[in-house]
């Protein structure tokens, strides 16, 4: 049950893009397609962004993608808005009905 | 609307017990799976137990199991967590989250537990 790896930090100017990496192992990430992507921002409860390594919640902007690699999953952030500076958390299935989340990522809006 | 509302956090000392409540409401309850996922001071999340539609499986946490126990009451569409044996590093922010294909959504505004002498 380690936790998955993200960058703590990252950031980008308004408009541009904005690449965050969650990696874990063949037991979490890489053997499942139940990988997830949660936007938190301060004092408020996480929200949906992403799940099933791709797919969009209705209501959540295009802006949005995500994709996965091996052990590694991505979230994309296209067209930067300064709204969508929060911390970033991925998550995934890790087999026996447990779940695991990443360390989190504080995205910046320049 | 799809909504949870947690409920009974506070203020415990070490050792000791607390049960938080979480009200489900805009959805069929006793078709999800439920969640619990807490968030320390300052730091990220955790998930921290998982329970069956019908309450007959129960998933822990290493750093939780043998103190907390997850139930439901799908007559009542309410999620509880019993926290026994309470330390320091549980205080956190505890949500409660409908878990479904793989994805924790919705989830409730989460309360505070403190464990402080």
């Known amino acids: 049950q380690s936790a998955l790896t993200q960058p703590p930090s990252a950031s980008g100017s308004p408009g541009q893009s904005v690449t965050i990496s969650c990696t874990g192992t063949?037991?979490?990430?890489?053997?499942?397609?139940?990988v997830s992507w949660y936007q938190q921002h301060p004092g408020k409860a996480p929200k949906l962004m992403i799940y099933?390594?791709?797919k969009r919640p209705s209501g959540v902007p295009d802006r949005f993608s995500g994709s996965k690699s091996g052990n590694t999953a991505s979230l994309t952030v296209s067209g930067l808005q300064a709204e969508d500076e929060a911390d970033y958390y991925c998550?995934?299935?890790?087999?026996?009905?447990?779940?695991?989340f990443g360390g989190g990522t504080k995205l910046t809006v320049l | 609307e799809v909504q949870l509302v947690e409920s009974g956090g506070g203020l415990v000392q070490p050792g000791g017990s607390l049960r938080l409540s979480c009200a489900a409401s805009?959805?069929?309850?006793?078709?999800?799976?439920m969640s619990w996922v807490r968030q320390a001071p300052g730091k990220g999340l955790e998930w921290v137990a998982n329970?069956?539609?019908?309450?007959?499986?129960?998933y822990y946490v290493d750093s939780v199991k043998g103190r907390f126990t997850i139930s439901r009451d799908n007559a009542k569409n309410s999620l509880y967590l019993q926290m026994n044996s309470l330390r320091a590093e549980d205080t956190a922010v505890y949500y409660c989250?409908?878990?479904?294909?793989?994805?924790?959504?919705?989830w409730g505004q989460g309360t505070l537990v403190t464990v402080s002498s």
């Open positions: 329970i069956k539609q019908d309450g007959s499986k129960e």
């Open positions: 805009g959805f069929t309850f006793s078709s999800d799976w």
């Open positions: 989250a409908r878990w479904s294909w793989g994805r924790l959504d919705p």
């Open positions: 998550n995934s299935y890790a087999g026996s009905n447990n779940l695991v």
């Open positions: 099933e390594v791709s």
């Open positions: 063949s037991s979490d990430v890489g053997g499942s397609n139940y």
